[in-house]
């Protein structure tokens, strides 16, 4: 900027030397000097002028320079941020999910701590606990048939047979709580374990089974009397009889294995921690599948202690007890299915015996000589 006001300066002394001179000098020689002032300073403004550009030029970049700068720390500063307020939703989600955890939002239910997994090994008759439901329905028919010592009476047959029958109702009194109970069904079924490793238990049931199905068994027939048309004819008869009749033996059986001892001793330690207080029966150191399916009913509804129990529990909780409740229905179902495929044979053989006895008296055709 000063050599921009110096060649002015210049410019304008070298005209008025050049007025005042320009009488007493050459017109030539005052151009010349007029010129060459001129052209030094046009160069210098140039100069200048470059110089100036290149400081707005610089000045411009490092402005730009340093808003790009600021750029880069907001978007670090704005990433921060984010990081920090992603880091506090987690927490303040794992803190939430700890207090409803220890405010036992997620705890089993109560019935959990009892669960009958890998403890019920179900099915009567296994070597620990003596004999089930079909081994004494297996005892009945070879009494019925007059085998072994069990069937010593039927092979004497007449009075051995009443005789024997009077003999077990007298020996047999009072056991498993009831006066005769070769003549009381209450014995099975009202029965909610029923140990048949006890001698006169298995007798019992053994002869109530007996007395229901077949209490006056024929005398079995001898070689001779099988080689003759009448004894093959008598023969084939207790055949047809016998099948008919196991039909009954098949619902009996049932019906005494899911009375009889199964699983293992932790099943009878479940049983006496999950009955409720009022639990109206024994439990004592064998428990049948029965009891354990009473004791997971009655430590329920009829328990007011469980109703309390549900309604503290949180909505997964009972959500758990629903599902296991529907386990236990769906097994109850398959037992039932069970019971209901024997009881439909038992109707298959009862009404060929009621078309037996029509056709008897209806469809006879008679045989000429």
Request: with cysteine; proline share 4%.
């Amino acid at each position: 900027m000063k050599h921009l006001i110096y060649g002015l300066l210049l410019s304008v002394a070298s005209v008025g030397l050049a007025q005042s001179a320009e009488a007493a000098c050459s017109c030539g020689g005052v151009r010349n000097i007029v010129a060459q002032y001129s052209k030094k300073t046009i160069q210098d403004v140039n100069d200048h002028t470059t110089d100036v550009g290149q400081q707005i030029a610089d000045t411009i970049l490092k402005g730009v320079a340093q808003l790009s700068a600021y750029s880069d720390r907001s978007v670090e500063a704005q990433k921060r941020i984010e990081d920090a307020a992603q880091l506090n939703d987690t927490l303040r989600a794992r803190q939430e999910a700890r207090g409803r955890a220890e405010g036992g939002r997620y705890d089993p239910a109560a019935s959990a701590c009892f669960d009958l997994s890998g403890l019920m090994q179900f099915g009567g008759g296994t070597a620990s606990y003596g004999v089930g439901g079909t081994d004494v329905s297996n005892l009945s028919r070879n009494r019925s048939r007059g085998n072994g010592a069990e069937g010593q009476a039927v092979s004497q047959g007449g009075l051995a047979i009443a005789n024997a029958i009077i003999k077990d109702r007298d020996e047999l009194e009072d056991i498993g709580g009831y006066k005769d109970p070769t003549s009381d069904v209450r014995f099975l079924t009202a029965a909610q374990t029923l140990d048949m490793s006890e001698g006169k238990v298995a007798q019992a049931y053994a002869r109530m089974v007996n007395n229901m199905v077949d209490p006056i068994p024929a005398k079995p027939i001898t070689e001779g009397e099988a080689k003759t048309p009448a004894g093959k004819a008598q023969m084939t008869a207790r055949q047809v009889d016998a099948t008919r009749r196991s039909a009954s033996h098949a619902i009996l059986s049932y019906l005494g294995d899911l009375s009889a001892p199964t699983g293992s001793s932790e099943l009878a330690d479940w049983a006496q921690k999950a009955a409720p207080t009022n639990y109206p029966y024994e439990i004592g150191d064998k428990v049948s599948k029965l009891q354990a399916l009473d004791i997971f009913v009655e430590s329920r509804f009829p328990n007011p202690e469980w109703h309390q129990a549900v309604a503290k529990m949180s909505p997964e909780a009972v959500e758990r007890e629903n599902l296991l409740t529907n386990a236990l229905q769906l097994y109850v179902s398959w037992e039932r299915f069970g019971l209901e495929r024997r009881q439909a044979a038992a109707l298959s053989a009862l009404l060929a015996l009621q078309l037996d006895d029509r056709d008897s008296r209806t469809t006879v055709i008679p045989v000429n000589d």
